[in-house]
């Protein structure tokens, strides 16, 4: 079973310019999630979708983050424009939701993508 | 809303010996528990997870955690450490949304260092 794919794994940007990552969930998973990892920190939920619908967004710094999941398989996060503290990992994760029932709540990650903010 | 805490930054322990990684929660209603662990330029892999039942809950890696209802603790324990288990170690909370969705929180994790 192939898992999480993520992309770029590597990202340098000057601030004020724009990034974008790639997300394509495990085949079958309904639930996305985009996490921040900041150096030394938990990973913090920026937005969570089941198929292509908004479950929570309510951390997303929504004036210069966006997230789409338009056809309820892959994702992309942008940042646009960056900030310096926007440098962190930024892991994406999918859960399976068996039908009728509640989630199995176990996240299956990708191997994330480094962004550095200069 | 929910939040976990991680007291410990560093765990050291001797090959062979037993481990325990902290964690205590808090949360609004049922408590949903997990456990991740994250090795060096790796997203993160789940270990073990309490949604509901037996206090002491199995895992991969011969790890498991005990739910603590009244300490709101579920600490994490591994009778012989390998020195291959030193990895950085993530507790979860999560209430369950609406729909049947976990929204997973992290703690700040603790780095597992096994000495041989």
């Known amino acids: 079973e192939a898992g999480v794919a993520q992309s770029p794994r590597y990202k340098i940007i000057e601030k004020r310019q724009s990034v974008a990552f790639w997300c394509n969930p495990i085949s079958g998973h309904a639930t996305l999630y985009w996490y921040q990892q900041i150096l030394g920190q938990g990973p913090k939920l920026l937005i969570q979708?089941?198929?292509?619908?908004?479950?929570?967004d309510s951390q997303l710094p929504k004036d210069r983050f966006s997230a789409e999941r338009l056809k309820g398989v892959d994702s992309t996060l942008k940042i646009q424009p960056a900030k310096l503290e926007d440098s962190a990992v930024y892991l994406c994760?999918?859960?399976?939701?068996?039908?009728?029932?509640?989630?199995?709540?176990?996240?299956?990650f990708g191997e994330g993508s480094r962004l550095t903010v200069l | 809303a929910q939040s976990v805490a991680q007291p410990e930054d560093q765990v050291n322990v001797a090959e062979g010996n037993p481990l325990t990684v902290k964690c205590t929660y808090s949360v609004s209603g049922n408590p949903y528990l997990f456990w991740y662990v994250q090795y060096p330029n790796r997203g993160l892999q789940f270990l073990l997870k309490?949604?509901?039942?037996?206090?002491l809950v199995k895992g991969s890696y011969g790890f498991e955690a005990e739910f603590n209802k009244s300490q709101t603790s579920f600490h994490l324990k591994k009778p012989s450490a390998l020195v291959s288990d030193s990895a950085l170690y993530f507790c979860?909370?999560?209430?369950?949304?609406?729909?049947?969705?976990?929204?997973?929180?992290f703690g700040r994790g603790t780095s597992l260092i096994v000495h041989p």
């Open positions: 309490y949604i509901t039942g037996d206090n």
């Open positions: 979860a909370v999560s209430p369950v949304a609406s729909g049947g969705s976990y929204i997973p929180t």
């Open positions: 994760a999918s859960s399976l939701r068996p039908s009728g029932g509640a989630e199995t709540g176990e996240l299956f």
């Open positions: 979708f089941q198929n292509n619908g908004v479950v929570d």
